[in-house]
């Protein structure tokens, strides 16, 4: 029974192995149709964050283990130059809007507080920090999105985007015990499995933060 048991554990294992977007998919499907549920049964807001967070395990927690295994050192000298450029170039480019949108935000939350103080100066400052504390999980699941896509952009110069890398940049130390085990984490850590789950459930989270900051007001 036990036997039977391991050599299922292994065929499923290898299955992920071979096809990790696919497994991938139906995890997300089985977790949609529990999102699903709880949006016709209105379950509790925080049932809902545990869902959209479990929609990201699988990927993330491989991307983790492979990042953390992984030097610095190996990214040193893998692009061109003309790249090495651009990026920053579009780094510059995301900072000149962050900073704008920064100050237009800031301006608009300005006048919110002073019209919902109505002059009082005692609200001025509970007025702002309870419009902060509502802003405060949209930014950093915002923060998370980008957060996700700087690892994917990451795991697909280490270990490329093909379910089964040939060749990677993963460290041969990571798992060396445990080869069956390394190429399942190897395989679930793929950049586009961790972009697809993780900037649904980013969206999935703003939304469930939006709605449950309605029904607070």
Known sequence: MHARLAGRSTRIAGSIVEHPLAWGGGWALLVGALLLAGAVL??????????????????????????????????????????HFFVRYLTLVAAFIA??????????????????????????????????????????????????????????????????????????????????????VIALANPGLLLITGLVSSAGLIVAAEFELVLAA
């Open 42 to 83: 209105e379950w509790p807001f925080t049932v809902m964050t545990v869902l959209l967070l479990l929609l990201i395990v699988p990927s993330a927690g491989a991307t983790i283990i492979v990042l953390i295994a992984t030097p610095r050192d190996h990214l040193h000298d893998r692009g061109s130059i003309f790249g």
């Open 99 to 184: 900073w704008s949108a920064s100050v237009v935000i800031g301006a608009a939350i300005s006048t919110a507080i002073q019209l919902e103080a109505d002059g009082r100066e005692d609200e001025i400052v509970e007025t702002g920090l309870t419009i902060m504390a509502a802003l405060l999980p949209l930014i950093a699941i915002v923060l998370w999105a980008a957060f996700i896509v700087r690892c994917a952009w990451f795991l697909a110069r280490i270990r490329g985007w093909r379910a089964q890398p040939s060749r990677s940049e993963v460290p041969d130390s990571l798992l060396a015990r445990h080869p069956e085990f390394r190429r399942l």
